[in-house]
């Protein structure tokens, strides 16, 4: 019998801590405010294959017809975005109802997880009531959070400017932002109460990377370069070139080297990564243990190579994304200034009006835009590698002690499923140790890994960034892992 990672510590599993100020009374001053939260009623029966595949499918529906719906009262959505950097791992499509995508809900989520990893919200996983107080809490921040982030929007002239817009159409965006942030709160919780499959965000997320991929290799829009109109799609331009241009040769080179928008290298590049991050989730060590009670039966506790997911990556992207917020927002006001300039500068290209890193802080930590940039711009290169490997790394390491994933939270979770490691004193202290041997080196192993392989994306050109495609395969896989268990718990045949 092979035990699943995450039944032995699941997200927003911690360690409970009874300290007299404790976490638990500041869980139960959100009480009152339990009977106002929306909420999805969990299921009382079990939910069939079939059906939670329906659900998913009217969820990623519901989400996609918000994404192409216009807000409306703006005046104006065609200014350089600052949220840019961001957009990929909110799930976010700027303009329309899904301007704010999951931000509200990973915003909130990481929030409580660092307060309850630093002891200042305290849950015991086995109380029903605590974890009904944790999530109802996680539900209050994220409402908070989208109510937040909708007036900052609004007030920051994201729009046009509040004069122009009117004080009535502006609370109309804002409270259209906030009703969008409520159903997609809704989406996830039908999701991870057990009617669909996964969680709703992790969904989104995937769904956004891999629209963005398909849209860049088969788009029929044209683009204005600096030869004319060209089509926007890697495979629609290569075809279109080879077929009207008479230089056949250039043609072709045109449509595996062109640097005005997609093409196939880039293509090929992304079907590379793809395969490779599918490979390297094999990875793992299992770690055998057995029952302290019945004799005979033993089972292994897996450690996989990318231990903490693609968490790494997320924090990084994050952190990422924020500096290049502030550092324009900063560029904007104090134009000039020497420390402003030290964070970052910033330049809006001639054709598609976004800004782009050229100097600072800011620059140094964008992805080099090509392999060619090792030679032309090796300081640039040389730093944002050991950026990137150094990052992703040391946010692996600190997750595991924040998510209650740490060596120490899995020999605690063991010793309370009466499990014991063979050879192993039956004791946490001596479980610990030899989870330490695994644990850690796999959380700081696996993010340089998932740092690494963003890297070979970025130098690679491969369509949706390197970020995008990580999150999007490692959310894809995990989907996949889920699928297949329900399907067989379903009965169903070996389709998957």
Not at 27 to 55: G, N, Q, S, T, Y
Not at 72 to 93: C, E, H, Q
Not at 206 to 214: G, H, S
Not at 239 to 268: C, E, Q
Request: aromatic share 10%.
């Amino acid at each position: 019998q092979e035990l699943n990672q995450g039944a032995v510590v699941r997200p927003g599993q911690h360690r409970h801590n009874t300290a007299a100020m404790g976490g638990v009374k500041v869980l139960h001053m959100i009480r009152p405010a339990m009977c106002l939260l929306p909420e999805v009623e969990a299921p009382d029966k079990r939910i069939m294959f079939r059906e939670k595949v329906l659900w998913t499918s009217i969820c990623l529906f519901v989400f996609l017809v918000c994404s192409q719906i216009p807000v409306y009262g703006i005046v104006t959505s065609k200014s350089s975005d600052p949220f840019y950097w961001l957009r990929v791992i909110m799930a976010s499509n700027r303009g329309t109802l899904m301007e704010l995508g999951i931000s509200p809900i990973v915003t909130s989520g990481m929030v409580m997880q660092l307060l309850t990893g630093a002891g200042i919200v305290d849950m015991d996983q086995n109380s029903k009531q605590d974890r009904n107080l944790f999530q109802g809490a996680q539900k209050l921040l994220g409402i908070l959070i989208t109510i937040g982030e909708a007036i900052a929007y609004v007030m920051s002239g994201m729009y046009g400017d509040v004069a122009d817009i009117g004080h009535g159409n502006a609370f109309l965006i804002v409270m259209q932002l906030f009703l969008a942030g409520m159903v997609v709160l809704c989406l996830d919780e039908l999701c991870t109460k057990g009617y669909g499959i996964g969680s709703g965000v992790s969904l989104f997320i995937a769904t956004n990377v891999c629209e963005t991929i398909v849209w860049k290799a088969f788009a029929p829009t044209t683009i204005t370069t600096a030869k004319g109109q060209e089509f926007e799609g890697a495979v629609i331009a290569s075809l279109h070139g080879i077929i009207s241009r008479p230089d056949k040769f250039m043609a072709l080179r045109d449509a595996f080297y062109r640097g005005t928008g997609p093409n196939l290298v880039s293509l090929m590049a992304t079907v590379l990564v793809f395969f490779v991050v599918i490979y390297f989730q094999g990875f793992r060590v299992d770690v055998q243990v057995k029952y302290n009670n019945v004799r005979g039966v033993t089972g292994s506790y897996p450690i996989k190579l990318f231990y903490t997911s693609n968490m790494p990556i997320i924090l990084q992207s994050a952190l990422v994304s924020n500096i290049y917020f502030f550092s324009q927002l900063l560029s904007r006001r104090f134009k000039g200034n020497f420390l402003v300039n030290m964070v970052g500068q910033w330049q809006e290209l001639e054709y598609t009006g976004q800004s782009v890193a050229v100097g600072g802080f800011a620059y140094y930590i964008t992805p080099p835009d090509s392999l060619l940039r090792l030679f032309t711009d090796p300081i640039h290169a040389v730093f944002y590698i050991i950026f990137m490997l150094a990052s992703c790394a040391l946010f692996s390491k600190t997750w595991i002690e924040v998510s209650g994933s740490s060596a120490k939270d899995v020999a605690k979770s063991l010793k309370d499923q009466k499990m014991v490691i063979p050879g192993c004193r039956d004791d946490i202290g001596a479980i610990m140790k030899r989870l330490n041997m695994y644990i850690p080196t796999a959380a700081a192993f696996g993010g340089m890994c998932i740092g690494a392989l963003t890297i070979i994306a970025d130098f690679l050109g491969a369509i949706g960034s390197g970020t995008g495609i990580l999150l999007a395969v490692t959310i894809v896989y995990q989907m996949y892992e889920e699928l297949y268990k329900e399907h067989q718990k379903s009965g169903g045949g070996g389709f998957l």
